[in-house]
């Protein structure tokens, strides 16, 4: 593990905020539950992010996986390395992050993490150690951050000019669980689940689509997590 990475992963709170001990996030039987809450294929989802990918080094980050918050992680830190490296400017940078599968509680806001214990779920604990963490650990910014990894997270990946496209088929998963705890319908279900995304966060058909739609935009691939 990089220097750089042991010094992001210990402002987070160290492998013990972020590791997953568990063999899963969302159910390992993913697939499973997507078909028992389906998220409906929606015709109007917003494929407008491809024609802002426009930078002249290209990039698209696949995270099916929490693991660690690599996927963030890596999309941040390839930006840093070639402006170090060449003096790239970040407006020639355009990288794309897809959370998909087990990753796509990455996509939530702090409010669902804690109303439906995600930390607890997932063995995450909070920098001390004690508690499980009832927040995104790379969801928004964090007071007391350092300034040089202030960026290493979604909601500023996004304002820099980065992308983060969701799997709607993972999302079904976040729809059922409001289905069965407010014990709403699919559709009023799905709406409140979307209230609880990370503003930014654009979902997607699938996280394949968006992976292959950001390919087919110009960007290199690289599995992140």
Known sequence: MS????????????SSLLAVTGTSLVPRAALAAESAHPAPLDTTFDMK???RVTGKFRAVFDSPELSEGAGLFRAVLWCDEYK????TARTEM????????????LAMNDEYWKRFKVG???????PEGKKW??????????PGTPEKMARYNIVNFIEDGGTVLACNLAF??????????????????RQRAIEHLIPGVVLQPSGVFAVL?????????????
């Open 3 to 14: 220097t750089k990475r042991r010094d992001f992963l210990s402002l987070l709170g160290g």
């Open 49 to 51: 992010w491809a024609e």
């Open 84 to 87: 170090s490296v060449y003096g």
């Open 94 to 105: 355009s990288p794309v992050l897809v959370v998909r599968h087990e990753g796509i509680v």
């Open 120 to 126: 607890k779920e997932a063995k995450i604990k909070t």
């Open 133 to 142: 963490a009832e927040a995104n650990p790379v969801g928004v910014p964090t």
């Open 172 to 189: 079904g998963e976040v729809v059922g669980r409001f289905m069965k705890e407010d014990k709403l319908d699919n559709a009023a279900a």
């Open 213 to 225: 739609r950001a390919q087919e935009a110009g960007c290199r691939y690289i599995i992140a997590s």
